[in-house]
């Protein structure tokens, strides 16, 4: 399932704000203890020492009786409050209880190397009847002029008011976490809605927009992290648009070009059927007819694919294999050299070697277009040269008749589609199909008049250059 925008930042900003706070809290509460400890520590060993000026020694050392007259009251001025209670426990060095509450467990600690008073104290977590309590035990040295020994005092208070005092702080803060939370997301939430207007307008704007409009999106309030998906749909939007138009286009000149010879294909087999005209001959001219129907439709078909990888992605689409452009010729003129020979011509041609990074088909449709054109404007007997050689980083496809020329104002039309220079030679589509094939390749073609020396038009020439492709040890191998 996919998240929204607002989900996806809520979370994301949230979640580990929310987990910070929580790991604070935690880190403040047993800092807050920690304080609290050292406060209240302070308070047990003030009452620790009250204790002590209550001991009286009879005796020396080993000998010392130590006595102590403590009445409890002596501890309620330390006691905060109701909350906590506090007990005491005096003993000599071997535990031997003197006065207070002889269920207190007896220390068998040690006193810390550096206590954190100027005494020998220690205070430790303990439980005294079921309950937890912090102890401070003081180590007093008692003497007066009767004796001198060594008094043992414990003080344990219970922790309610520090536990309760930790709580509260603890309480206060979380409440002003959860205050801080609800502001950051109130302010997610804001930003949020605020910067997937734009998302929300573009959105709203594609869907009601009218059936097959591909016109190129547009957002000027959107921020700039949009851009560059908006340019990649506009982009989309131009190919989807060229693509629908050479659709309807190939459509439309489908059903213009084939439309008459169909109908004089009809007309011709009626003909036959009635008897006017003998069966041989109704026979030749259905064949002229669908001849020139299937070399239409062998165009306009070449012409659409030329189209289409026209307009594919060249990123996303797959290397064109590496072709020698001097053996398609080759090949293609041995193919025509039937009408060539028909034509009794003066043929040459002469090639070198020129990879050229293209499908070979192209390569071959190319040639032969421009070779049929050149042998269908040759008349009898007529001159017709090839050459095939690499110049300057191109290869360069030369193709020269003897035949009339074109005039400028054809020239500039010729390489439109159903724009021939005799509509019963041809349908207008090879030198269209010629130069989308060069484009499509990064090349480009001309046609030239030669002259003679007097000025006169003596053939044409149909020039191609296409890049040359890299060697064949950088680019792969090179198809033949």
């Known amino acids: 399932m996919a998240w929204s925008l ?12 929310v987990l910070l706070i929580a790991l604070n809290a935690w880190s403040l509460y047993q800092q807050t203890l920690a304080s609290l400890h050292t406060a209240y520590d302070r308070t047990l060993l003030a009452s620790a020492k009250s204790i002590s000026e209550e001991i009286d020694v009879q005796g020396f050392d080993e000998n010392a009786h130590l006595r102590a007259i403590v009445p409890y ?28 509450f002889e269920e207190l467990p007896m220390w068998r600690g040690k006193i810390p190397p550096r206590p954190p008073y100027a005494a020998l104290v220690d205070f430790y977590d303990d439980h005294f009847r079921g309950r937890p309590v ?7 040295p008692v003497a007066s002029f009767n004796g001198r020994g060594m008094a043992v005092i414990q003080v344990a208070e219970t922790l309610e008011l520090r536990e309760t005092l930790a709580l509260q702080i603890l309480r206060d803060t979380l409440i002003r976490q959860a205050l801080l939370v609800l502001v ?40 700039r992290e949009m851009q560059p998906l908006l340019d990649a749909t506009n982009q989309t939007m ?35 059927q009635r008897g006017d005209i003998p069966p041989m001959q109704a026979l030749d001219e259905i064949n002229t007819t669908v001849d020139r129907a299937t070399r239409v439709a062998n165009q306009m078909l070449a012409l659409a694919k030329v189209e289409q990888l026209r307009q594919e992605d060249r990123s996303a689409s797959t290397p064109a294999v590496v072709c020698l452009l001097d053996e398609v010729v080759r090949d293609v003129a041995l193919e025509l050299s039937p009408l060539i020979a ?3 011509m003066d043929f040459a041609i002469e090639t070198q070697a020129c990879p050229t990074a293209a499908h070979e088909w192209m390569l071959r449709e190319l040639t032969r277009n421009l070779l049929h054109n050149a042998i269908r404007h040759t008349p009898q007997g007529g001159r017709l040269q090839i050459d095939v050689r690499a110049q300057d980083q191109q290869a360069r496809l030369s193709i020269i008749d003897s035949g009339s020329g074109i005039d400028n104002e054809l020239a500039q039309r010729l390489f439109q589609p159903f724009s021939a220079g005799n509509a019963r030679s041809g349908s207008g589509l090879g030198l269209a199909i010629c130069q989308e094939i060069a484009q499509t390749l990064g090349g480009h073609i001309e046609l030239r008049n030669l002259h003679t ?28």
């Open 73 to 100: 009251s002596a501890l309620e001025i330390f006691e905060a409050d109701n909350q906590s209670r506090m007990f005491y426990r005096v003993s000599n060095l071997d535990g031997e209880l003197i006065s207070g």
């Open 453 to 480: 020396v007097e000025g006169d038009v003596a053939g044409l020439q149909a020039l191609v250059q296409l890049p040359l492709a890299p060697s064949p040890d950088d680019s792969g191998t090179i198809e033949p």
């Open 184 to 223: 950051v997301a109130l302010i997610v939430v804001i930003v949020v809605q605020r910067a997937t207007r734009p998302i929300r307008q573009l959105s709203h704007d594609v869907r009601e927009r009218a059936q097959g409009d591909l016109s190129p999106l547009s957002a000027p309030e959107a921020p």
């Open 238 to 272: 131009d190919r989807l648009r060229l693509l629908l138009s050479n659709q309807k286009r190939f459509v439309r000149d489908a059903s213009h070009q084939l439309r008459t010879p169909l109908a004089v294909l009809k007309a011709q087999v009626q003909s036959a």
């Open 134 to 140: 912090r102890v401070a035990v003081l180590l007093q």
């Open 342 to 344: 028909e034509h009794d």
């Open 6 to 17: 607002r989900r996806l930042l809520l979370t994301g900003i949230l979640l580990p704000v």
